[in-house]
């Protein structure tokens, strides 16, 4: 409590944020186990034994990393040490997202080098690549509403193919979460 949601916590307290947050950790969790993919979950901290992720589904690691781009760089390049010929990485904050989405950006990274699912705040839900590509997290301003775009400059300039799979919602404040539940 009080580590997690925060900008959702100024306004709807750290007990509800917590709250919040859980919900949305299990939803990731099953959109997770919804495809039939290798799975990995990253930690902030330290690799918790006994949680929701279990052991025997997903192999567990703490995040490396001054910041956002570098703990997603370091990530990938994880991935793709170990083998992977595609990689999907997903955050715990989208409740819209689903085993189908997960399941289309697996099959696009057949046909194009990235899929991005766009967020409607500006940033993006989901980021796949089918090969590792550190430099395109250098020089993003994390948490701001160019994230997506700036990503598909890069991806352009480099001269490199991507899709885009539907814009979602994400929670990062009590309004998004508004919406959200309003929606459902």
Known sequence: MGRVKTR???????????????????????????????????????????????????????????????????????????????????????????????????SALEEVDFVLGPAADGGYYLLGMNTPAPWIFEDIRWSTASVLAHTLKKIQAAGMTYTLLPELSDIDTEADWLRFVGRN
């Open 8 to 106: 959702l916590a100024r306004t709807v307290g750290a007990t509800r944020a917590l709250q919040i947050y859980r919900q949305l950790l299990e939803h990731t969790r099953l959109a997770a186990l919804a495809v039939q993919a290798e799975r990995w979950v990253y930690y902030s901290e330290q690799v918790e034994a006994q949680d929701i992720w279990e052991d025997t589904v997903f192999r567990k690691f703490s995040q490396s990393g001054s910041d956002l781009g570098y703990r997603m760089a370091s990530a990938f390049a994880d991935a793709f040490r170990t083998g992977a010929t595609r990689a999907v990485i997903i955050g715990s904050d989208c409740p819209e997202l689903s085993g189908s989405f997960l399941e289309s950006a697996f």
